[in-house]
């Protein structure tokens, strides 16, 4: 599986040490998340309807909308993850995946909301302990918007 090509075109800003991305292309085609259990974290993903494309003894790749990856990657119990992220998953119908959630036996952090900021979306720690979001735009947006 190879990624998409990513274009950067950094800059330097004002003070010597501070970079910042002033142009990216692409789209993210996988993100990796780490698993001290990859049995158990492949039930939960199988069970949310991700289809499983790859698994060897300490990786798995799962298939989300066809073009992008959820990978996971087996560590042993001396390993800390050291950052933190939150993957936020655009999904069809929020209320539909709380649901789906619920029936894999997690237990969302709240329930589905609608955000200020324009999102309906939900909070679950998956197996692993990630926080993966479940979201969808409450309306569509303009061209403006996406600049």
Known sequence: MAALPVRLALALAAA??????????GEINAITLVTHDIAESERFYGCLGLRQTFRSDNFSTFSIGGHNFLN?????????????GRP???????????????ACGRHPEFPPTNACWGERYFHVIEPAGHELSFAKPLHARSAIEDR
């Open 16 to 25: 010597p040490q501070v970079w910042c991305i002033m142009d990216l292309t």
């Open 72 to 84: 996971l990657q087996l560590v042993n119990h001396k390993t800390e993850a050291k950052a933190w």
């Open 88 to 102: 936020i998953i655009y999904v069809t119908s929020v209320d539909d995946m709380y649901s789906r959630v619920l």
